[in-house]
């Protein structure tokens, strides 16, 4: 907590909620793109803050049996493939201040698995996903949207270099789940998905530039938040002392 005056000392019917949220930041864009190096560079700029990294992926619909046998068919690049509900209440506990389990979800088996990660509120929250943009109830929660913009072919470079040696997939399989799903998905859904950000990061984690830039930008933001904080319980000490 960064307030000078502890939220403890209020009664806690007195603090006006939205000053209490966190920073919620959303990074979204195409398949390897960079949004987890980027998650991870401004993270580590933020050092000094508490920071809750949410990735959407943990929310991907588990899936059963009759859907495993098929699974060259199943689009796992359509929203659809997500539980964008459970996704949703995750991330209103965290704005609320309350520690969440968020799934465990296994690329290779295509499903959640056991045990959950507990996670605890902080005080910047950063979901990332390749459709965070995508519905606008998650947009609503963003403070600052962030797309990495990074080119087809090198993220398909990327993708088949990952998927064979970390997702247990063939490069075949990756090619023709590439040309069927992923890539008519991302101009589908991910690419008009750009037009809601705030800040678009071309080359993503390569582009130093840009992740100063955000990182200066969300510790002015936490400062004028915690200001509003202090200030906010000055006002109500004061308003005590009134009484
Ligand atoms: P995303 O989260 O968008 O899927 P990642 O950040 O996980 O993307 O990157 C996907 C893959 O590409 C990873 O194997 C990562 O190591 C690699 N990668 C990411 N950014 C770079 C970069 N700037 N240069 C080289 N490799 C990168
Ligand atoms: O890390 P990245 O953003 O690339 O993860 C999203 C990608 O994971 C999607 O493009 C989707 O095709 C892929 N995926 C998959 N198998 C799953 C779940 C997701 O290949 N079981």
């Known amino acids: 907590d960064h307030s000078l005056i502890s939220d403890n000392n209020v009664s806690p019917s007195a603090t006006p909620a939205p000053l209490k949220q966190p920073f919620v930041i959303g ?5 390897a793109s960079g949004k987890t190096t980027v998650c991870n560079m401004i993270m580590s700029q933020l050092h000094d803050q508490r920071v809750v990294l949410v990735n959407q992926d943990s929310f991907y619909h588990s899936l059963s049996e009759e859907k495993l046998k098929k699974v060259h068919e199943y689009n796992f690049d359509h ?47 950063i979901l990332e996903g390749i459709l965070v943009l995508n519905d606008p109830r998650v947009r609503d929660l963003m403070n600052m949207k962030i797309f990495v913009d990074t080119d087809a072919d090198v993220r398909l470079s990327r993708r088949i270099q990952r998927d064979t040696v970390e997702r247990g997939r063939n490069i075949q399989n990756v090619l023709e789940q590439y040309t069927k799903f992923v890539k008519p998905s991302f101009d589908e859904f991910i690419q008009p998905s750009m037009k809601y950000a705030d800040i678009i990061i071309p080359r ?33 000490i004061s308003s005590t002392f009134q009484i």
Do not use: W
């Not at 929203?79 to 389990?101: D, H, I, W, Y």
């Open 79 to 125: 929203p659809a493939a997500f539980n964008t509900e459970v996704l949703l209440s995750c991330m209103e506990k965290l704005r609320s201040g309350q520690p969440v389990n968020i799934p465990s979800y296994d690329f290779k088996i295509h499903q959640s698995v056991e045990s959950p990660s507990p996670v605890n509120p902080g005080d910047v929250i």
């Open 27 to 31: 990074v979204a864009g195409g398949t």
């Open 204 to 236: 993503g984690g390569d582009n130093d530039v840009a992740i100063d830039l955000i990182v200066q930008h969300i510790r002015t933001k936490l400062c004028q938040h915690n200001l509003c904080k202090i200030y906010s319980n000055i006002f109500i």
